[in-house]
């Protein structure tokens, strides 16, 4: 069964401490890992696709990276603005491209 | 990206009524979207993946007759609660994927949700 597990569940962080998120996956296939950031009492935005070890990209304060089995989604220099919860999600081969989340990490940056 | 819309963003009904939740993709043609549900503090729940023009695919312990979606354009899914009760109270978000770049390279894009409260 395909499994996705984030680490930590919740990160507190003074503004312009970097830190990184972490996304461990056990899946028999991957076709793509995803990285979303979720405010409160909204629908998941998106940030990333990566699908391939070694694969690296970047949105202003947010770099994500993928191994053959984690993700890494890095925070340089976080604002107050950041404070979120970020989901990382796996697709795996399928009929219907089915997706499978995490349970996040609530991330608060505090000025 | 893509943006994806959903209808009403906040509800609340009378137990026993049904209640439905349109999810429109606005400047993509999506032939799957996805339905899931959020509890307090808990990751997404895929609740169904509709495809346009044919039956949805329900996960398991997902009501099909409880749950009913319909697909009919490439850009509106519907979800409709039936008989709502207050354990359906939750938080529904549809999602549609953007099939711009092949078969691997897609992504979902997810509406801004649905609040449900039943009494």
């Known amino acids: 069964e395909d499994q996705v597990t984030q680490s930590p569940e919740a990160l507190r962080l003074q503004e312009g401490e970097s830190s990184s998120l972490n996304c461990s996956y056990t899946?028999?296939?991957?076709?793509?890992l995803f990285w979303y950031r979720q405010d409160p009492g909204k629908g998941p935005e998106f940030l990333f696709t990566?699908?391939?070890a070694g694969e690296e990209k970047e949105k202003e304060r947010l770099k994500a990276t993928l191994t053959k089995k984690e993700s890494f989604l890095h925070i340089t220099a976080p604002k107050p603005e950041d404070s979120a919860t970020y989901l990382c999600?796996?697709?795996?081969?399928?009929?219907?491209?089915?997706?499978?989340f995490g349970t996040g990490t609530k991330l608060q940056v505090i000025p | 990206g893509a943006v994806v819309s959903q209808h009403p963003s906040r509800v609340i009904c009378k137990s026993g009524t049904s209640v439905k939740i349109e999810c429109r993709s606005l400047?993509?043609?999506?032939?799957?979207m996805f339905w899931y549900r959020q509890f307090p503090k808990k990751s997404l729940m895929l609740m169904a993946t509709?495809?346009?023009?044919?039956?949805?695919?329900?996960e398991q312990g997902v009501e099909k007759d409880k749950f009913l979606i319909n697909h009919a354009s490439l850009t509106l899914s519907t979800l409709t609660v039936t008989s709502a009760h207050p354990e359906d109270s939750s938080f529904y978000i549809c999602?549609?994927?953007?099939?711009?770049?092949?078969?691997?390279?897609?992504?979902?894009?997810f509406g801004p949700g649905t609040r449900l409260l039943v009494l």
């Open positions: 999602s549609a994927r953007d099939p711009a770049g092949g078969a691997i390279q897609e992504t979902q894009y």
């Open positions: 899946v028999s296939g991957l076709r793509g």
């Open positions: 990566l699908y391939s």
């Open positions: 999600a796996v697709r795996t081969p399928g009929g219907y491209q089915k997706v499978t």
């Open positions: 400047d993509f043609q999506a032939t799957t």
């Open positions: 509709s495809n346009e023009g044919s039956k949805a695919t329900y």
